[in-house]
């Protein structure tokens, strides 16, 4: 009967230790963690007719012009009242 005993701990044992390392086996890997990156800033397109008369807010923008460079602008408004700038972004450019 005793070695019943010892049979049936044994038996146990083995199969919870069987099923745990089945069990660890199936653990998922770490993930990278989630690195969450900005949409880039929408372009606005100047139209005309072009502002004539723009407030005085300070609200800076980055404009492009048609050569191709760039200026940070008081405002979108100012920004388009210039007939070289073609669009521009909601932030002052960097430096």
């Not at 979108?76 to 073609?86: I, L, W």
């Amino acid at each position: 009967m005793k070695t019943l005993n010892v049979q049936n701990r044994l038996t146990r044992t083995s199969g919870f230790l069987f099923i745990s390392v089945v069990l660890s086996a199936c653990e998922k890997p770490a993930e990278e963690p989630h690195v969450i990156t900005p949409p880039p800033l929408a372009v606005e397109r100047c139209t005309d007719p072009r502002p004539e008369l723009c407030t005085m807010n300070y609200d800076p923008v980055c404009a492009t012009h048609n050569n191709g460079n760039r200026t940070t602008e008081a405002n979108n408004c100012t920004a388009c009242a210039t007939a070289t700038v073609e669009h521009y972004s909601m932030e002052a450019c960097a430096e």
